[in-house]
């Protein structure tokens, strides 16, 4: 039971077993819940969805890993922290803000590219944390970047 619990949050519900680039798949059906999250309650929600986010993930992709291989390609959950971290900067800005969806899309791209590309220390991480952080830390940082220039966009342009 456990393992099926974690294996089911692992990969967001099956998310992960997309069969072309399962981690882009998982980082585009996190949006909505990201976007409810930001339109109701801002940064302390994201602050929220991200810990507990990280919680479960850390748990999760513990017990994945006893089975398989380090970071296997099937669990998105660390995508789901990590897209969601893009957005720390334009929480608040996104709460009760129907006008600008284009933030989230800017978001997303962002931490895709920076999820794949994995420029120092993203890439760093992925290659020499072997365990469960390190599945999630390297999305984390990724986010982060996304989350800096997301923000540089927002204030430039709005």
Same mark, same amino acid.
């Given at each position: 039971?456990?393992?099926?619990?974690?294996?089911?949050?692992?990969?967001?519900?099956?998310?992960?077993?997309?069969?072309?680039?399962?981690?882009?798949?998982?980082?585009?059906?996190?949006?909505?819940?990201?976007?409810?999250?930001? !339109? *109701?309650?801002?940064?302390?929600?994201?602050?929220?969805?991200?810990?507990?986010?990280?919680?479960? =993930?850390?748990?999760?992709?513990? @017990?994945?890993?006893?089975?398989?291989?380090?970071?296997?390609?099937? #669990?998105?959950?660390? @995508?789901? #922290?990590?897209?969601?971290?893009? !957005?720390?900067?334009?929480?608040?800005?996104?709460?009760?803000?129907?006008?600008?969806?284009?933030? *989230?899309?800017?978001?997303?791209?962002?931490?895709?590219?920076?999820? #794949?590309?994995?420029?120092?220390?993203?890439?760093?991480?992925?290659?020499?944390?072997?365990?469960?952080?390190?599945?999630?830390?390297?999305?984390?940082?990724?986010?982060?970047?996304? =989350?800096?220039?997301?923000?540089?966009?927002?204030?430039?342009?709005?």
């Amino acid at each position: 039971m456990k393992q099926k619990a974690a294996l089911l949050a692992a990969t967001l519900f099956g998310t992960g077993y997309f069969p072309k680039a399962p981690g882009t798949a998982g980082s585009f059906i996190s949006i909505p819940f990201i976007f409810l999250v930001c !339109f *109701y309650f801002g940064l302390k929600g994201l602050l929220v969805l991200i810990i507990c986010g990280y919680i479960v =993930a850390l748990i999760s992709i513990h @017990e994945v890993l006893k089975r398989t291989k380090h970071d296997p390609g099937f #669990v998105v959950i660390d @995508e789901f #922290v990590g897209q969601s971290v893009s !957005f720390l900067f334009v929480a608040n800005y996104l709460k009760n803000n129907i006008d600008n969806l284009w933030i *989230y899309l800017a978001g997303f791209l962002f931490f895709r590219l920076f999820d #794949v590309k994995k420029p120092f220390p993203v890439g760093y991480i992925d290659k020499n944390i072997l365990n469960a952080n390190g599945v999630i830390l390297d999305d984390v940082v990724a986010g982060f970047y996304s =989350a800096i220039i997301t923000g540089l966009i927002v204030i430039i342009f709005l």
